[in-house]
């Protein structure tokens, strides 16, 4: 340590502080001022089982990506390759360890806290779903982990459970070199979580600033920002603020690799900044990849020269012994409930595309749930809210609670055909975000235009009525069976909070409704059949 006191208790001073951290540790290069690598995981969900590649539940007898154990290994193996370069190691978490699995929905963050301490973590940036369980949940977790918790955006002096416990950044040392991580989240969490009232999100480039000031007051630095923005807005950080020499992200979602037929970029990105070039890296979702940033710095924190690569937490990489015995004793308890039958599916029904389009699992849900409420023309549920994928075969009730995690119920309400259009409209508008608020639907078809301004994209609506559609009708009311964090503004849908009449949110369970729905058979009628089109320049 290079401090006199620990880690915790530094954060525990003040939101603006800067909390002492282990020093890096590795051999310095002649003529430099160091050589690091930054490892990086973003966007984790709680997938300690590890994914079959279409997002479905891992089995015995299907090959799988990721899992807390193989990813434990590739930490080790990434920190290996850069120690036998020389160089100092951080390990890094970008958000969004919490929910997607069943691990989150029994245990709450207890066993991401627990993998995260055994795998050696230095800091992480909160998520929008560090949220999800409100701040008790929070709290919980944050009391459990050995290592700072950031987000300098973030405002929870009125909070008293997280008031303190999470800091704004942290400079860790590699001999007199200086690294300044600082921790940002996304503005749009009270719309995607459950903060609570007394948490506030403030602008992410004010915080970055006062932070960056903050973090070059006590001397040179490389700057990082560990960001949950999603890589657009990312981009535009970059080019907005000066200081910034490297974003770690999450959010959206994005693998940026160089030579895997996945990605979506190369990586690092490169932006102009106002100052400097800005390196962005991101490192898809789910523990299926993890990342390795080699930097070589200037003694004044300049980024000199930068390599690495990305690394596919495939199954040829080997399970850590420690780490799956810890995952087995969390796991016990959930066997019964895993095993218990719900019935069959003829085909796999990922969720890979529900934040882009029309998937066969948006149409399976958003069916289950218009069947469940006699007299409901239309079903609306946000593609953000299906957090695994459905095997092909067999399916139990372990796998529905894998997709559906957030314990929602339906939600019933009467809304203007008006009013509906402006709802599609804001699942829309984040968009090239992949943002979760897109609208997967039954009752009804759409079409949009992703290339149109936000709030345009909407090109034509139809409800069916009988056997065919019709025009939605602006002035009509129509009767709409939603789950209730949509219903509440949840994902910006805040038509359904502030327009709908007769509404009701107590509902059974959605999870419930969809193992109904697939014990009568319901996976074999819902499959892609047009719903929803993309109409690019239409």
């Known amino acids: 340590m290079h401090a006199s006191m620990s880690r915790r208790a530094l954060l525990a001073t003040t939101l603006a502080a800067t909390l002492a951290a282990p020093a890096l540790r590795g051999a310095r290069a002649q003529g430099l001022g160091s050589r690091v690598s930054l ?3 973003n966007d984790f969900h709680a997938k300690h089982d590890g994914q079959q590649p279409t997002g479905g539940t891992c089995r015995a007898d299907r090959p799988c990506t990721g899992g807390s154990a193989r990813l434990a290994s590739g930490w080790s193996l990434l920190e290996a390759e850069a120690r036998a370069d020389g160089r100092g190691v951080l390990r890094l978490d970008a958000g969004d360890q919490f929910t997607g699995s069943l691990y989150h929905t029994a245990h709450g963050g207890r066993t991401e806290a627990a993998v995260q301490r055994a795998t050696r973590i230095h800091a992480m940036t909160l998520g929008n779903h560090e949220f999800d369980g409100g701040p008790e949940r929070l709290a919980d977790y944050a009391a459990l982990v050995d290592f700072p918790l950031l987000c300098a955006n973030l405002d929870a002096r009125r909070e008293p459970l997280l008031r303190g416990r999470i800091g704004s950044h942290a400079v860790f040392r590699h001999g007199e070199q200086r690294i300044g991580l600082i921790g940002l989240t996304t503005e749009t969490t009270p719309e995607a979580s459950s903060p609570g009232p007394s948490v506030a999100f403030t602008d992410a480039r004010e915080a970055a600033l006062r932070a960056i000031a903050a973090i070059r007051a006590e001397g040179p630095a490389t700057i990082v920002l560990l960001s949950h923005l999603g890589v657009v807005p990312d981009q535009q950080l970059a080019a907005a603020i000066p200081g910034v020499d490297l974003i770690i992200g999450g959010h959206s979602h994005t693998l940026l690799a160089n030579g895997l037929p996945e990605a979506e970029g190369p990586s690092p990105l490169l932006v102009d900044g106002p100052d400097r070039p800005v390196r962005i ?44 015995a810890l995952l087995a004793g969390y796991g016990a308890p959930l066997a019964e409930l895993r095993a218990r039958p719900v019935g069959q599916s003829p085909v796999a029904l990922p969720n890979n595309d529900c934040r882009k389009g029309e998937c066969g699992l948006g149409n399976l849900v958003a069916d289950a749930m218009l069947a469940a409420v006699p007299g409901a023309e239309i079903a609306v549920t946000n593609g953000g809210g299906l957090r695994a994928g459905l095997p092909q075969g067999a399916v139990s009730l372990g796998d529905v609670l894998e997709v559906l995690p957030f314990g929602n119920t339906l939600a019933t309400m009467t809304i203007r055909g008006g009013d509906l259009r402006e709802a599609l409209e804001i699942g829309l508008s984040r968009y090239e975000q992949n943002g979760g608020g897109f609208a997967q639907v039954a009752g009804l078809r759409y079409g949009f235009d992703p290339g149109a301004p936000a709030g345009r994209r909407v090109t034509a609506i139809s409800v069916r009525e009988g056997d065919g559609y019709r025009p939605l009708d602006p002035e009509r009311a129509y009767r709409v069976v939603t789950n209730n964090f949509n219903r509440r503004g949840g994902d910006g849908y805040t038509p359904f909070r502030d327009k709908a009449l007769d509404a009701y949110d107590n509902g059974p369970p959605l999870e419930d409704v969809v193992a109904a729905y697939i014990r009568m058979g319901g996976a074999s009628r819902s499959r892609l059949d047009g719903r929803i089109e993309r109409r690019q320049g239409g």
């Open 39 to 41: 490892l990086h995981l």
């Open 281 to 324: 890296v991101q490192a898809g979702a789910y523990g299926r990849w993890l990342g390795r940033l080699d930097l070589d710095l200037a003694a004044d924190g300049t980024i000199l020269a930068h390599g690495g690569r990305v690394l596919p937490v495939t199954p040829e990489l080997p399970e850590d012994p420690s780490v799956a």
